[in-house]
């Protein structure tokens, strides 16, 4: 049976002399596997337009198994950010996340939209100088990819108590959930002492589209503390 996707390449390995297996995320199915036959040959029609980091429609013929790749039309090949070294160091890494989050043929239209507009916002940016904006992208995409999976960081209230946040001293802890007030970082060991800007950012991460992130100013220890706080909660829930 034939069946047509609308399809990320997400990352590709070789297998037998000619052949390569990729896994895509797609609308209509979610994230798959198949395989490419003699896409590995010089001639291969196929191998440009499949390569990673790459927007195609796919036709995939499949009775049982993988099944085989037989067309793909690029809609968008995304060649700046392919020129683009810290885009691809960026890129690559949220992948490799992305691949640990979602589960095989489980499509979500938010998720899909969520990833094109990631690499589509991360070209836009390329040539504009500000290198932080990548890491603004990357980690704004994996709070909204983990809000959408279900799992959401608290920012808005004392992930503890419940309590209204303060300005005057912040926390985070992964183990509740999101952030603390002063009073109960004081009484968590495992907890992080994080900025305000840093939650601001997050809070704009939740209530923002994606594209809007080019928009966020922050400084170099901002931005690090947010990153402090979302490594933190990958490494409590992976």
Known sequence: MEYKYTAIILNKWDVGETDRIYTMYCLEGGKIK????GV???????????????????TIVRSRGLGKITGSIVENNFTAIKKDEQALLNIFAVFQLFDKLVDFEN????????????????????GTGD???????????IVKLLDALGYAIGVDACAACGCELTPAKIGFSSQQGGVLCEKCLGQDKD???VSVNA????????KNDLPTFSRIQASESD??????????FLRWNL
Do not use: H, W
């Not at 290198?131 to 995409?141: A, T």
């Not at 939650?199 to 991460?205: D, T």
């Open 223 to 232: 931005c690090d503390s947010m990153r402090m706080v979302v490594d933190d």
């Open 131 to 141: 290198q932080q904006k990548y890491l603004i992208f990357r980690y704004g995409f």
């Open 199 to 206: 939650v601001k950012m997050l809070r704009l991460f939740l």
């Open 191 to 193: 907890a992080i002492l």
């Open 40 to 58: 590995r040959k010089p001639q291969a029609k196929l191998a440009s337009s499949l390569e990673s980091i790459t927007l195609a429609d796919i």
């Open 34 to 37: 198949s395989v490419a036959k």
């Open 107 to 126: 499509p979500d239209q938010r998720v899909f939209q969520l990833l094109q507009k990631y690499l589509e916002s991360t070209e836009k940016n390329i």
